[in-house]
């Protein structure tokens, strides 16, 4: 009979859901795999043979926290996941894990603030609730990463290397650019109250950069007069992956994506209440304001190679990796 994973996914981006996915997709040729997640981006997505427990976006504090505690209580699974929030979001896995003797518990530590690690008291609830820590991508240089048996992984990405669309085909159909013209692509993948910030990011770059195709990427439709650069592909990785320069935040996604296909990213750190985007930044060119950004994005440009020769991504998935490590603790 085939086992279940159940992945606790819980948080208002992307991040949480596409690693969740990303994970889910390896493990779905060997395991089912379900996934708990409260991300107002869930329907928008393919579930990659997934199952999704939905918990609309909207739903109160405590009412998501019952519901969490429901899934967990009332699904069969032989092994539980849980992405970055020990506790969970809103503590609710605090009475639940300790009754789970039987079932394996995992726990994907990407970078997290340490005040939060300190006020809870993580360490010792980690080494006590979970059978492993496994870091996907985010060095050694973390809260928990110096926790016994600690797996680290490549980043985790929703696309291998040769599942990406031909950039060609992304550039014409997708982005509706022909081939003559340089990408500035805006990845507008955080928050929703975010959105202004990106739009107001686009359309200077738009007017800044007359002879390049600027776009935005966000499944949120943003003001009128960017009607006609808005685009919305999931998963973004292959917009990405077609783009000359990336104009974003610092979120897990946005920066190991870019990162994974050679693209230089551009990247304003958000803030947030749990992840260190401030941190993340380093690895891409961080800038501060938006003139920092338009100063930033011609540089590349002047070094950047003709659109219509772009080099062909390789990299290395995590999640392929994470998989087999995670079958082995079930045995």
Not at 80 to 95: A, H, K, N, S
Not at 188 to 217: D, M, N, W, Y
Not at 241 to 254: E, H, K, L, Q, R
Not at 309 to 317: L, V
Request: a positive charge; glycine letters at 6%.
């Amino acid at each position: 009979m085939t086992k279940t994973w159940l992945i606790y996914a819980l948080g208002g981006g992307w991040g949480h859901l596409n690693r969740a996915l990303s994970l889910g997709r390896i493990a779905v040729n060997q395991r089912k795999v379900e996934i708990i997640t409260n991300s107002p981006y869930a329907k928008h997505i393919h579930n990659q043979g997934c199952l999704l427990h939905s918990i609309p976006h909207y739903t109160g504090f405590a009412a998501t926290c019952l519901q969490v505690q429901e899934i967990l209580l009332n699904t069969d699974y032989d092994c539980l996941i849980v992405d970055t929030f020990p506790r969970g979001l809103g503590g609710e896995l605090v009475d639940i894990l300790p009754r789970l003797h039987s079932i394996p518990r995992i726990l994907i530590h990407r970078d997290i603030n340490p005040r939060y690690v300190i006020e809870k008291d993580l360490r010792s609830f980690v080494v006590k609730n979970f059978q492993a820590v496994i870091v996907p991508g985010e060095g050694k240089d973390l809260p928990l990463g110096d926790l016994p048996g600690v797996i680290h992984t490549a980043p985790w990405l929703v696309r291998n290397a040769g599942e990406l669309l031909d950039k060609k085909t992304v550039r014409s159909h997708i982005l509706r650019v022909d081939d003559t013209q340089k990408i500035i692509l805006v990845c507008a993948a955080g928050q929703a109250s975010e959105l202004a910030l990106f739009s107001q990011l686009t359309l200077k770059l738009h007017q800044t950069f007359p002879e390049c195709a600027v776009r935005i990427l966000t499944p949120h439709s943003p003001q009128d007069e960017l009607k006609d650069l808005w685009v919305f592909h999931h998963p973004g990785i292959e917009c990405l992956a077609a783009a000359d320069v990336i104009v974003g935040g610092a979120g897990y996604n946005t920066v190991y994506e870019c990162a994974a296909v050679g693209v230089p990213l551009v990247a304003l750190p958000l803030a947030r209440l749990y992840d260190r985007q401030h941190k993340r930044v380093s690895r891409s060119y961080a800038v501060k304001n938006i003139q920092e950004v338009l100063t930033t994005v011609n540089q590349l440009l002047q070094t950047r190679q003709p659109a219509n020769k772009p080099p062909i991504p390789t990299y290395t998935n995590g999640a392929i990796a994470a998989v087999h490590h995670i079958i082995n603790y079930e045995l």
